[in-house]
């Protein structure tokens, strides 16, 4: 008899199709390299026969009869090591369904389980009750639909069918993963909250009536999910006389106190918490105190960044004097060690990540319109420089994606991808709607984008480059000018197509004669959340660790292992549930006895000195006109001078700014390393195996 159909778990019954056997089995024999993978079709041919026997007189197998007679044959064949391995595979994968059905989510996209937490949590549309209404397929056909509307404005002749294709390469761009748009078009494109950009800067006068405008219109943007960034510097410092009240100034950190409430307050609402920039510029005679805020105050809701120039860095080099002026009256108010100065913000970071550095200088010599508008703020994690009232939409190319089989560079496609990801950013902004008039206007005439990258330390991994290298670096380069390359000619074509951003007559492009559409195109975003979902590294970050939990969407955190270095492991031979346990305990590879080479490659954040990273980030930023967001991991055990150090260097290196963060500095962390999961998600499986050997099993056929 031959086998015809089997049924499903949702009771559907389907042809039995016997390759899907022979494709497990296949990964089976090369995940353990206990048989050749030409025993596969053998094996593959006994389970057929085996099932075709059992039920020849019976109804169609059930898919759960097919997995035992899997099971059964391989046991039966001696091969013990890859039957273990598929009952280990079979307990992960029904643990896996029975969380998927207690989450209340259909997964029709193959998505895995953390994936699914995170859209849950964050992206997926639910009703009032609180109950998810669409599956992640579902969500990107929203976001498709809605944003390929945009191209209604540019194809008067073509009309409908030309949305319709855009539509779709949309989709299928999204649900193949290798490109994710920012987390703000995910959750509020095609809803009533039709705000899709995610970073925003506010302006701060100094004057009653501006700040307490600026608190309010910060307010409407959290209420979107939208992040935003101040620089408090136009504020007189405290103490300073009002003429106007008879009083004296309060200083910019009593207002940033106003600022950090009205954030806590919203994002009390919300599906996520809210976040500012709050920047100083190094000149101003509060910045001892603004260095210091954190140790302080409440000011929880805010990253911190120094807004340092060129003169200040030139005088820590050359140890000079540094002048504090009033920016009211534009008087010197004292002078102080520039040193000293960058002690006391290196002392700080060291003690808490905060404050970072901005080097304002290299923002404006970075900006299209550098004689036309100042440029002196960063939006929340500092990736996306913005004049007052401006704001962005993100999205991000997957790059582990673009990389073959046989371990090179799809460069094809990831030309291919970048076209279609500006297209889609550029029309996001035909279709943004913001709070305020101002906001509208500005994005209008600037039409700038972030498109970024995730998932770099995972291309690296499968090319085998190591990060912390001169070839990791050269890459680096050479991918993001590739890249670069390919935003830029699509932004020139959609300029034909569909005319210059407005402000092009005041930009660095008129006078080259160069007409593009965007003013600025490219950005390295954190990608803390949306890299979740494709389970990738953050923007260009090396790997956290191999094994580690990630506390973002739920307090108990969500456990991760690195998906390239557990196939990587798997393919060469080298892979057992011992060392993954080994790993996560460890957080690397780097202590284990595995060859040179994987060590090499595979190499977590705190494996790699803090010179790399700042290497890396310079690398990027060489063709980025935006700006990149990173941060510089340093070890437990680095000095204060070891941060001071990284600043300047970074500095010296081009970057337009820098975060670092010593390991375990803050009790709470968002992730941690050196920690087996208590939800290890085969113990429960390892354990039945070490008491029931696998000769003496039984099978239910």
């Given at each position: 008899?031959?086998?015809?159909?089997?049924?499903?778990?949702?009771?559907?019954?389907?042809?039995?199709?016997?390759?899907?056997?022979?494709?497990?089995?296949?990964?089976?024999?090369?995940?353990?390299?206990?048989?050749?993978?030409?025993?596969?079709?053998?094996?593959?041919?006994?389970?057929?026969?085996?099932?075709?026997?059992?039920?020849?007189?019976?109804?169609?197998?059930?898919?759960?009869?097919?997995?035992?007679?899997?099971?059964?044959?391989?046991?039966?064949?001696?091969?013990?090591?890859?039957?273990?391995?598929?009952?280990?595979?079979?307990?992960?994968?029904?643990?896996?369904?029975?969380?998927?059905?207690?989450?209340?989510?259909?997964?029709?996209?193959?998505?895995?389980?953390?994936?699914?937490?995170?859209?849950?949590?964050?992206?997926?549309?639910?009703?009032?009750?609180?109950?998810?209404?669409?599956?992640?397929?579902?969500?990107?056909?929203?976001?498709?639909?809605?944003?390929?509307?945009?191209?209604?404005?540019?194809?008067?002749?073509?009309?409908?069918?030309?949305?319709?294709?855009?539509?779709?390469?949309?989709?299928?761009?999204?649900?193949?993963?290798?490109?994710?748009?920012?987390?703000?078009?995910?959750?509020?494109?095609?809803?009533?909250?039709?705000?899709?950009?995610?970073?925003?800067?506010?302006?701060?006068?100094?004057?009653?009536?501006?700040?307490?405008?600026?608190?309010?219109?910060?307010?409407?943007?959290?209420?979107?999910?939208?992040?935003?960034?101040?620089?408090?510097?136009?504020?007189?410092?405290?103490?300073?006389?009002?003429?106007?009240?008879?009083?004296?100034?309060?200083?910019?950190?009593?207002?940033?106190?106003?600022?950090?409430?009205?954030?806590?307050?919203?994002?009390?609402?919300?599906?996520?918490?809210?976040?500012?920039?709050?920047?100083?510029?190094?000149?101003?005679?509060?910045?001892?105190?603004?260095?210091?805020?954190?140790?302080?105050?409440?000011?929880?809701?805010?990253?911190?960044?120094?807004?340092?120039?060129?003169?200040?860095?030139?005088?820590?080099?050359?140890?000079?004097?540094?002048?504090?002026?009033?920016?009211?009256?534009?008087?010197?108010?004292?002078?102080?060690?520039?040193?000293?100065?960058?002690?006391?913000?290196?002392?700080?970071?060291?003690?808490?990540?905060?404050?970072?550095?901005?080097?304002?200088?290299?923002?404006?010599?970075?900006?299209?319109?550098?004689?036309?508008?100042?440029?002196?703020?960063?939006?929340?994690?500092?990736?996306?420089?913005?004049?007052?009232?401006?704001?962005?939409n993100l999205g991000a190319l997957?790059?582990?994606?673009?990389?073959?089989?046989?371990?090179?560079?799809?460069?094809?496609?990831?030309?291919?991808?970048?076209?279609?990801?500006?297209?889609?950013?550029?029309?996001?902004?035909?279709?943004?709607?913001?709070?305020?008039?101002?906001?509208?206007?500005?994005?209008?005439?600037?039409?700038?984008?972030?498109?970024?990258?995730?998932?770099?330390?995972?291309?690296?991994?499968?090319?085998?480059?190591?990060?912390?290298?001169?070839?990791?670096?050269?890459?680096?380069?050479?991918?993001?000018?590739?890249?670069?390359?390919?935003?830029?000619?699509?932004?020139?074509?959609?300029?034909?197509?569909?005319?210059?951003?407005?402000?092009?007559?005041?930009?660095?492009?008129?006078?080259?004669?160069?007409?593009?559409?965007?003013?600025?195109?490219?950005?390295?975003?954190?990608?803390?959340?949306?890299?979740?979902?494709?389970?990738?590294?953050?923007?260009?970050?090396?790997?956290?660790?191999?094994?580690?939990?990630?506390?973002?969407?739920?307090?108990?955190?969500?456990?991760?292992?690195?998906?390239?270095?557990?196939?990587?492991?798997?393919?060469?031979?080298?892979?057992?549930?011992?060392?993954?346990?080994?790993?996560?305990?460890?957080?690397?590879?780097?202590?284990?006895?595995?060859?040179?080479?994987?060590?090499?490659?595979?190499?977590?954040?705190?494996?790699?000195?803090?010179?790399?990273?700042?290497?890396?980030?310079?690398?990027?930023?060489?063709?980025?006109?935006?700006?990149?967001?990173?941060?510089?991991?340093?070890?437990?055990?680095?000095?204060?001078?070891?941060?001071?150090?990284?600043?300047?260097?970074?500095?010296?290196?081009?970057?337009?700014?820098?975060?670092?963060?010593?390991?375990?500095?803050?009790?709470?962390?968002?992730?941690t390393s050196g920690h087996v999961?208590?939800?290890?998600?085969?113990t429960e499986a390892q354990t039945?195996?070490?008491?029931?050997?696998?000769?003496?099993?039984?099978?239910?056929?």
């Amino acid at each position: 008899m031959t086998l015809e159909r089997i049924t499903k778990r949702d009771g559907r019954v389907v042809p039995f199709e016997a390759n899907k056997i022979q494709e497990v089995l296949q990964k089976a024999a090369k995940a353990t390299g206990e048989f050749p993978v030409k025993e596969v079709k053998r094996l593959t041919k006994e389970v057929v026969k085996e099932l075709s026997t059992r039920f020849a007189d019976k109804a169609f197998p059930h898919v759960e009869d097919v997995q035992n007679t899997v099971e059964y044959i391989l046991v039966r064949e001696d091969h013990y090591k890859t039957a273990k391995a598929f009952i280990l595979y079979r307990e992960e994968h029904r643990k896996m369904r029975e969380a998927r059905q207690a989450l209340g989510v259909e997964d029709d996209l193959g998505l895995p389980l953390n994936s699914l937490k995170v859209l849950e949590k964050r992206y997926l549309l639910h009703d009032d009750s609180g109950k998810v209404i669409e599956t992640p397929g579902q969500m990107y056909k929203r976001v498709a639909h809605f944003v390929a509307a945009a191209e209604k404005r540019y194809s008067k002749t073509k009309g409908k069918a030309n949305v319709e294709k855009w539509e779709q390469v949309f989709y299928d761009e999204m649900t193949s993963l290798r490109f994710i748009p920012g987390g703000r078009i995910l959750s509020n494109a095609g809803t009533e909250t039709t705000c899709l950009s995610n970073c925003f800067v506010l302006p701060v006068e100094d004057n009653i009536e501006g700040i307490f405008d600026s608190v309010k219109w910060g307010a409407m943007i959290h209420k979107t999910g939208g992040g935003t960034g101040y620089n408090f510097s136009k504020l007189r410092p405290q103490g300073d006389f009002v003429k106007r009240s008879r009083g004296f100034a309060s200083g910019p950190l009593s207002f940033m106190q106003i600022f950090d409430a009205m954030c806590h307050t919203i994002s009390l609402g919300g599906r996520q918490r809210g976040a500012m920039m709050g920047m100083l510029n190094v000149d101003h005679p509060d910045i001892i105190e603004f260095i210091s805020a954190k140790q302080n105050s409440t000011l929880t809701n805010f990253n911190l960044s120094v807004g340092a120039t060129d003169e200040f860095m030139r005088a820590v080099e050359r140890d000079k004097e540094f002048i504090l002026v009033n920016p009211k009256t534009g008087e010197k108010v004292h002078g102080l060690k520039a040193t000293e100065l960058m002690n006391l913000i290196a002392s700080n970071a060291w003690q808490r990540g905060d404050p970072g550095m901005v080097f304002i200088d290299a923002l404006q010599r970075g900006n299209s319109l550098k004689n036309y508008e100042v440029i002196d703020a960063v939006n929340v994690c500092g990736e996306i420089p913005l004049p007052p009232f401006d704001a962005c939409n993100l999205g991000a190319l997957n790059l582990e994606k673009f990389v073959t089989p046989d371990r090179k560079v799809d460069w094809v496609q990831l030309g291919k991808t970048v076209d279609i990801g500006v297209r889609f950013m550029d029309n996001v902004i035909d279709i943004n709607k913001f709070p305020i008039k101002q906001l509208a206007q500005s994005v209008a005439d600037h039409r700038r984008i972030g498109l970024g990258v995730m998932g770099f330390a995972e291309m690296l991994f499968r090319l085998r480059i190591p990060y912390a290298s001169r070839a990791g670096v050269a890459f680096a380069e050479k991918l993001m000018k590739f890249i670069k390359t390919a935003a830029y000619s699509t932004s020139e074509a959609l300029a034909k197509e569909r005319g210059v951003f407005p402000l092009w007559g005041h930009s660095e492009f008129a006078k080259k004669k160069r007409k593009i559409r965007n003013s600025a195109l490219l950005t390295v975003a954190p990608t803390g959340t949306i890299s979740m979902i494709p389970e990738v590294t953050g923007g260009v970050e090396p790997a956290f660790g191999l094994a580690f939990t990630k506390h973002v969407v739920q307090e108990t955190g969500l456990f991760y292992t690195n998906k390239v270095f557990e196939e990587t492991s798997k393919a060469e031979h080298l892979y057992s549930q011992e060392l993954v346990e080994e790993i996560a305990r460890k957080g690397g590879v780097q202590e284990t006895s595995l060859p040179k080479w994987v060590k090499e490659v595979f190499v977590t954040a705190h494996d790699i000195a803090p010179e790399w990273h700042v290497r890396m980030q310079a690398a990027f930023q060489k063709y980025v006109d935006n700006s990149v967001s990173k941060t510089i991991n340093l070890p437990n055990d680095a000095t204060i001078d070891d941060v001071k150090k990284m600043y300047i260097l970074a500095w010296k290196l081009g970057c337009k700014g820098i975060t670092v963060y010593r390991d375990k500095s803050l009790e709470a962390q968002v992730m941690t390393s050196g920690h087996v999961a208590s939800s290890d998600k085969s113990t429960e499986a390892q354990t039945l195996l070490n008491i029931i050997p696998l000769k003496k099993r039984k099978f239910s056929i």
